[in-house]
């Protein structure tokens, strides 16, 4: 039984323009243990369809169809309150921006001590399993870390601090929104190695977003290519990257940079002109 099952999700906004039809009947399903990953360039729909299936959208702003449901049971388009037990249990959403998703004026400790509280976690023993969480997302001297404010962090490090409190309810499913796209490439690699070791270690499942066709490739079991609100092209990660059948899917394959032939007697000719 899928842990997610999303069957024919559509979102309509109210805008002051009108009704604006973000996400057109979108089908996809998620189990333990492999990530699933929207792809698609900005505005195409991939973190609107997220946000719904989170219920984390504006109430009276955005109506949702189809249904969503949880290992086969509730679904919350047709139960939107049962969202609320969903959300920080089942499935804990990473977002895009650890500079704006943390609190800059209370420390690390003070907020994942929040989110394990919200948890159930005794007050008594939150600094201990917050600590302990930090350690688990490879953060340095954890213990010195919980005192510290957002800023005396690097960005690396506070998008793990962003998967720590993800990670405080234990949750079934993560849904990662462009967790690197504020990372250089280095530090993109550490991220995506981490969610992949704690996938393994824990068998969570992964919605994964992102606009990049390369991160897709190197995470994702399955991958659905979205534009203007619907799946262009889904199926095996192997079967999506070596031969796209949708001219959308392969433009996105041709904007991957590469490196091209190294030029070494251009260059070594420049340099003697210059002399």
């Known amino acids: 039984m899928p842990l997610l099952e999303v069957e024919d999700l559509g979102v309509e906004l109210i805008t002051a323009n009108g009704v604006i039809k973000a996400v057109d009947t979108v089908s996809f399903t998620v189990n333990r243990g492999e990530t699933v990953t929207l792809i698609g360039e900005s505005g195409s729909g991939k973190s609107t369809t997220a946000m719904g299936v ?45 500079m704006t998703a943390l609190s800059p004026v209370h420390t690390i400790g003070a907020q994942l001590g929040e989110a394990l509280r919200l948890r159930g976690v005794p007050r008594k023993d939150a600094r ?78 992964i919605l994964m977003i992102t606009h990049d066709l390369g991160v897709a490739r190197l995470v994702s079991d399955r991958i659905h290519v979205m534009r203007d609100g619907r799946f262009v092209e889904s199926g095996e990660v192997e079967q999506v990257t070596a031969n796209p059948r949708d001219p959308y899917t392969r433009k996105l394959l041709d904007a991957i940079p590469r490196l091209g032939p190294w030029q070494e007697p251009a260059l070594t000719s420049a340099s003697e002109g210059a002399q």
């Open 54 to 98: 989170l219920r984390l959208l504006p109430e009276g702003l955005a109506v949702l169809s189809g249904s969503v449901r949880w290992e086969g049971g509730v679904d919350t388009v047709a139960d939107p309150k049962a969202a609320k037990k969903i959300r920080g249990r089942v499935a804990s959403l990473i977002p895009q921006d650890p």
């Open 128 to 205: 201990d399993r917050g600590v302990e969480l930090l350690d688990q997302v490879r953060i340095s001297e954890p213990a010195r870390r919980w005192r510290a404010y957002p800023h005396q962090l690097s960005g690396g490090m506070l998008q793990r601090v962003l998967i720590a409190m993800a990670l405080a309810a234990e949750p079934a499913l993560l849904v990662a929104d462009e967790p690197t796209s504020a990372l250089d490439v280095t530090v993109q690699a550490g991220i995506l190695d981490l969610l992949l070791e704690l996938q393994e270690r824990a068998g969570v499942g």
